[in-house]
C-alpha cells in the first residue's frame, strides 16, 4: 500500500474518531439525498437503443426550473452556468421540450420530472402511435396494405418518448418534502431575479443512473458471452417472465406437443404495461380492465364448466411482455409449434381476447347471444379496418385461426393515456366516499366495477357458447362484482388487503405492499410480483380446495403413494383468514390447473439476436440508482475540478458553512 493511501486511512479515521460525529454525518451535512427517485433506463432490440443513462460517477448540473417552453433558451443558449441540470414540473414533460433538450445536450446534465398528485386533463401517451407494428400479423409479405398503421393510427396522441434514446438521465420525483427542499434550493441560490444573473454559490444536483449495455441487443448478448472471468459481469437481460394459464379440463402437463381429441377455445388477455420510467406502469386500462375481466370471466364459468361441460376446453391465457412485441403470445404459439407446450396449436379451435374488436361471425353472434338481458352492447365496426394490436396477431402469424378482441371502441383507442403514468385508478375513476377504511374501500363496489362485472359476463357466457355448451345454461352464468371490486382496488390502490392475503401463500406476504401492483414485465426467468398474484388468485378463483395436509400440499400430490396428480393438476397452500377473536389463519390447499411457461421470446433461445420475428428486447443493468442536491461554491470547482477527493474536500468545508450546519471537531474527508 503506498504512501497516499496509508495517509488516506489515517485522515479518516480521524474524522470517526473524534467524539459524537461519524463520517456519514459529515456526507448527511453536505448532501440531501433524493428518495423516491425512479429513473428512465436503457432498453435495446436488434436495431438500437432507447431510454436514457448517466456518466459513471453521475451527471452533475447546476439545477434550473423550467417555468414554461419559452424558457428553454435560457438553458440551450443564455444560461452563464451550464451545464443545467433541468427540473420539469409534468404538463411541460412533452416531446417538443424533451427534443429541444436532447439536441442541446452539450448544455444539458439531466432532468427530473416532478410527478404530478392528479392526472392532467389533456390526453398523454409517450407510446408510439402504432405499437408492436413490426411485429403482429400485417407485414411486406402479409397484406401491406394493412401494415404499420397505414388504415388505422390505433394510438393517435402517442409521441413515441418512450422509444428515444437519451443521452443524460431523466428521473421521476415525486411531489414531496424532498421536491420542495429542491425548488427552495433553487429559488435561494439559483433564480434569476429582475434579469440579473444568478451568483456562486449555486445549487445543484447529481444524478447516478449508468447502463451497462450499448449499441443492440446482438452487441450487449456478446459481450455477455465473451466475459469468462470469475466473477463474471452481465451487462444485460432479456426482457421476459412467466404466462399463466389454466384450463376447465385437467389437462397432462408432462405430455408435451401431443394431439387432444378435443379442441380448446383460448380465452386470452395481457398482463404487462408501461410508461416512460422504469417501474411505473400502472396499466388500468391498457392491462388491468383486460385481465381483470377474465379473471372474473373465469370464476363465472367454475360452476358451469364442472357440472354441464361444454364439449371444448376453455384455455385462460395470461400473456407477459405483450408490450414489447409480444413477448408471451409470441412464445406460447412457438412452443405449440414446436411440442413443447400441452396443447398443439393443431387443437386450437378458437381464440376470444379482451382487447379490441375483430369481425369473426359466429363469435360475434356468441358474444350477442350472451349479452342479452344485460347492460352492455356488442357491436362490429361499420367499417372494414386491420384488427388492432393484440395477442391474436401472433395466433394469426402462424395459421388462419378464427378469433375475436373484445375492447370499448371501433377504431383508435379511446385511451387517452396509453402506457403512460396516468393510466391509473383516477383515470378508470375508482374512487370511494370519503371517511370509508381501507378495508371498507375492499368491498365498497365502484362503478367501475360494475361496468366490468358486466362485461365479464358477456364474456364467460360467449366462452360457453363457443366452447360448445347449451344456452339454457346461460342464465346462471354470472361474474361477481364482489370479486371485481376487490381485484381492481387490489391491483390498482394497494395489494396489501385482507382478500389477497388470504389466496396466497404464507411465504408471499412480504410481496404485498400499501401501493399499486407493478405491471412492467421485468426481466426473464423471474416471476415478477404481478404473475404470481394472478397465478394464485386464478387458482383460488377456478379451482377447489383439496382435503390435504400442508406437507402433500406443498409437495403436489394427494397422499403419500399418489406420484401422478401433479401432473393433471397443481397445489398451492394458501394462508386463509383467521377466525373470528383469532389471529391464527386457518390454512388450505388448492387444487387447480393453474400452470406457468415461459414468456421469453424465441430470439434467445434461437440466439438470433437480430430476428424481424420474434421480440429482441433486452434491459441495461445498472450498479446503482441515486440522486442528490448540494451546493457548488464556485464555477472552478465544477469546471476543473471533475469530482475528486481534492473537489469534494472543498465542497465539504464549503456545504457545512453555508448551510449553517457546522460541525465542531471533525474534518472532511472524502467519502
Known amino acids: 500500500m503506498d504512501l497516499l493511501s496509508n495517509k488516506w486511512i489515517v485522515n479518516l479515521l480521524v474524522c470517526c474518531l473524534f467524539i459524537g460525529v461519524g463520517c456519514n454525518s459529515v456526507e448527511k451535512k453536505i448532501y440531501v439525498h433524493l428518495n423516491y427517485t425512479v429513473p428512465c433506463v436503457r432498453l435495446l432490440n436488434a436495431t438500437h437503443q432507447i431510454g436514457c443513462q448517466s456518466h459513471l460517477s453521475g451527471n452533475v448540473g447546476v439545477l434550473h426550473v423550467l417555468e414554461s417552453e419559452e424558457n428553454v433558451d435560457w438553458v440551450l443558449r443564455s444560461g452563464p452556468n451550464p451545464p443545467y441540470l433541468v427540473i420539469l414540473e409534468s404538463p411541460l414533460f412533452t416531446r417538443s421540450i424533451m427534443m429541444k433538450l436532447k439536441n442541446g445536450s452539450s448544455r444539458v446534465a439531466g432532468v427530473a420530472v416532478v410527478a404530478p398528485s392528479a392526472n392532467p386533463l389533456e390526453g398523454v401517451s409517450p407510446h408510439t402511435t402504432c405499437p408492436n407494428e413490426n411485429t403482429g400479423v400485417y407485414t411486406e409479405n402479409y397484406d401491406p396494405s394493412l401494415a404499420h398503421c397505414n388504415v388505422t393510427v390505433w394510438n393517435p396522441l402517442g409521441s413515441g418518448l418512450s422509444y428515444e434514446q437519451f443521452d443524460f438521465p431523466i428521473f421521476s420525483l415525486k411531489d414531496d418534502n424532498d421536491t420542495q427542499v429542491i425548488r427552495q434550493c433553487y429559488m435561494d441560490h439559483n433564480r434569476a431575479v429582475n434579469g440579473s444573473t444568478p451568483q456562486y454559490p449555486l445549487c445543484a444536483m447529481q444524478l447516478y443512473s449508468h447502463m451497462s449495455a450499448v449499441t443492440d441487443t446482438a452487441t450487449c448478448m456478446r459481450r455477455n458471452d465473451i466475459n469468462f472471468s470469475i466473477s463474471p459481469e452481465m451487462v444485460c437481460d432479456p426482457l421476459g417472465d412467466y404466462n399463466v394459464w389454466a384450463s376447465t379440463r385437467p389437462i397432462n402437463n408432462t405430455a408435451k406437443g401431443h394431439k387432444m381429441w378435443e379442441s380448446v377455445v383460448i380465452a386470452a388477455a395481457r398482463l404487462d404495461s ?168 375492499l368491498v365498497f363496489v365502484t362503478d367501475t366495477a360494475k361496468a366490468l362485472t358486466e362485461v365479464a359476463t358477456v364474456v364467460a357466457r360467449a366462452l360457453y357458447i363457443q366452447a360448445g355448451g347449451a344456452e339454457s345454461q346461460l342464465e346462471g352464468i354470472n361474474a361477481d362484482p364482489q370479486i371485481v371490486t376487490r381485484m381492481l382496488y387490489g391491483f390498482l390502490i394497494r395489494s396489501n388487503n385482507s382478500w389477497f392475503q388470504q389466496r396466497i401463500p404464507p411465504d408471499f406476504m412480504s410481496h404485498l405492499t400499501d401501493r399499486p401492483t407493478n405491471f412492467y414485465v421485468g426481466v426473464a426467468q423471474q416471476r415478477s410480483e404481478l404473475t404470481h398474484l394472478v397465478q394464485y388468485l386464478l387458482a383460488n378463483l377456478t379451482g377447489s380446495t383439496a382435503n390435504i395436509s400442508q406437507d402433500n400440499c406443498q409437495n403436489q400430490r394427494e397422499d403419500e403413494k399418489d406420484k401422478e396428480s401433479k401432473h393433471m393438476y397443481s397445489y398451492v397452500w394458501v394462508q386463509g383468514a383467521a377466525p373470528p377473536n383469532s389471529t391464527k389463519r386457518e390454512g388450505f390447499c388448492v387444487r387447480s390447473t393453474v400452470r406457468l411457461s415461459k414468456a421469453l421470446s424465441p430470439a434467445f433461445d434461437l440466439r438470433d439476436y437480430t430476428s424481424k420475428n420474434y421480440s429482441t428486447w433486452t434491459e441495461s443493468r445498472w450498479k446503482s440508482i441515486k440522486g442528490r442536491i448540494f451546493l457548488v461554491a464556485s464555477h472552478d470547482l465544477e469546471v476543473n475540478f471533475p469530482f475528486t477527493p481534492q473537489r469534494q474536500h472543498m465542497e465539504c468545508r464549503f456545504n457545512l458553512h453555508l448551510w449553517n450546519r457546522k460541525i465542531p471537531n471533525c474534518v472532511c474527508v472524502y467519502i
Open 274 to 441: 408501461r410508461s416512460f420510467f422504469f417501474e411505473v406502469a400502472p396499466g388500468a386500462e391498457s392491462g388491468v380492465s383486460g385481465f381483470v375481466t377474465l379473471l372474473a370471466a373465469a370464476h363465472a364459468l367454475r360452476n358451469a364448466t364442472q357440472e354441464a361441460p361444454p364439449n371444448r376446453t376453455i384455455l385462460y391465457t395470461f400473456f407477459q411482455g405483450e408490450t414489447f412485441d409480444y413477448i408471451g403470445s409470441s412464445r406460447m404459439v412457438y412452443d405449440m409449434q414446436n411440442n413443447n407446450f400441452a396443447v398443439d396449436l393443431d387443437n386450437v379451435h378458437s381464440v376470444l381476447e379482451i382487447g379490441q374488436v375483430c369481425i369473426v361471425r359466429k363469435l360475434i353472434e356468441s358474444l350477442q347471444t350472451a349479452a342479452k338481458g344485460l347492460n352492455v352492447s356488442v357491436n362490429e365496426p361499420g367499417f372494414s379496418q386491420p384488427l388492432p394490436p393484440s395477442s391474436f396477431q401472433r395466433f394469426l402469424r402462424a395459421r388462419p385461426i378464427p378469433g375475436v378482441v373484445i375492447e370499448d371502441h371501433q377504431s383508435a383507442f379511446t385511451n387517452r393515456f396509453y402506457e403512460s403514468m396516468y393510466d391509473n385508478a383516477e383515470y378508470l375513476n375508482i374512487s370511494y366516499p370519503p371517511n370509508l377504511t381501507p378495508e371498507e374501500q
